[in-house]
């Protein structure tokens, strides 16, 4: 079966300086029924300033990649560039379905 794969959307900011890079990461788990590739060469230049969406089927690694780029999980292979400016006053956010614990109403104020 053909894994499910996450779509990026490419802006008209490429002129703009990245803030994020992502280089040819890939993630595969041990599992019991032996290796799973849930990312597979991934490459994602993030510009300054945007609003990036990475938008895909369940499965296809989303939260995956959120938690190699948060530092939570190691990749196997590959790079994620972010500074490490988390800490205090981050003008980076990661956010995983975060108004998901939201009923209808707040969620789409805040959308
Ligand atoms: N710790 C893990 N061990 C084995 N497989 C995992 C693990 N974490 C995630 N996966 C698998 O990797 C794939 C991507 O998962 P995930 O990143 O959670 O997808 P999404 O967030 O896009 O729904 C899924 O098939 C999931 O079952
Ligand atoms: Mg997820």
Redesign the pocket.
Known sequence: MQKPQ?QTVMTKSADLPVKIRIQNLSKV?E?RRGQ?V?LDNVCIDIPDGCFYMIV?P????????LEIMGGLEMPSSGSVAIAQAFANDPDILLMDEPFSALDEQNKLLLQ
């Open positions: 996450a788990f599992t799973f849930a895909g369940s499965g296809c690694g989303k939260t995956t990649l």
